[in-house]
């Protein structure tokens, strides 16, 4: 099965700074990656996507990109504000058959320094 | 989200009961999902469900039993609750009438506490 890993489990930046998050997946029938933020005590929510279709997706300051040949995506967040602070998980899906599973990896827990 | 609801919102419960989870979705989706958080270790499925009469377990399905009452229910039972399964527990739904893979819409999640 799919196997998907995060680093780094914490991340720690000054407010204005970029924070990256990494994932790396194994399985090469993966063609969606979705982010999910998760702010304190709050259910995950998603924040953005990225099909295998494309390389780069941006939605303010919050981008994708994906590496297929590598099996890695990462997700960047420029100009950070205190409410990025949440826990991140990146995840992974096989469109195999019917079903799509999603696999998560284990979080990263994003703190802003105001 | 307030369209998917879960119930109870806190739970502690002792080791040896049997205890149920609910969830109930009012967005339409035929897919439901069981999914149990830990600390450092995120996101594990547990169960899923097509349909109705489509039930499938996850990951991390010994200990635990789901019924899929009608499309919008779906719930979890612990058949005899045990410390390693206090956690956080989260439903989800998503449509598989949308281009898949799609979102998934996750519930406010229940703090289940087994003493």
């Known amino acids: 099965g799919e196997n998907v890993e995060q680093h780094p489990s914490t991340l720690s930046v000054q407010e204005g700074d970029s924070a990256v998050i990494k994932c790396t997946y194994s399985?090469?029938?993966?063609?969606?990656f979705p982010w999910y933020k998760q702010e304190l005590g709050k259910r995950p929510q998603l924040i953005i996507d990225?099909?295998?279709?494309?390389g780069e997706k941006k939605d303010q300051r919050i981008a994708v990109t994906l590496n297929k040949t590598a099996k890695h995506f990462s997700l960047h967040i420029t100009e950070t504000q205190p409410e990025d602070s949440a826990v991140y998980f990146c995840?992974?899906?096989?469109?195999?058959?019917?079903?799509?599973?999603?696999?998560f990896g284990t979080g990263t827990k994003l703190q802003v320094i105001p | 989200d307030a369209d998917v609801t879960q119930t109870p919102r806190n739970r502690i419960t002792k080791t040896g009961k049997r205890i149920m989870l609910e969830c109930s979705q009012t967005?339409?989706?035929?897919?439901m999902y069981w999914y149990r958080q830990d600390p450092g270790l995120g996101l594990r499925l547990i169960y899923y469900?097509?349909?109705?009469?489509?039930?499938n377990k996850g990951e991390i399905s010994d200990g635990y039993s789901v019924s899929r009452q009608a499309q919008a229910k779906f719930s979890l039972s612990l058949e005899s609750a045990i410390p390693n399964q206090t956690a956080l527990y989260f439903c989800?739904?998503?449509?598989?009438?949308?281009?898949?893979?799609?979102?998934?819409?996750f519930g406010p999640g229940t703090r289940l506490t087994v003493t």
């Open positions: 967005k339409g989706h035929d897919r």
């Open positions: 399985d090469s029938a993966s063609n969606y």
């Open positions: 989800a739904t998503s449509d598989s009438g949308t281009p898949p893979p799609a979102e998934q819409y």
């Open positions: 990225i099909r295998s279709n494309v």
């Open positions: 995840a992974a899906t096989p469109n195999s058959g019917g079903y799509q599973k999603v696999t």
């Open positions: 469900s097509f349909d109705v009469k489509d039930i």
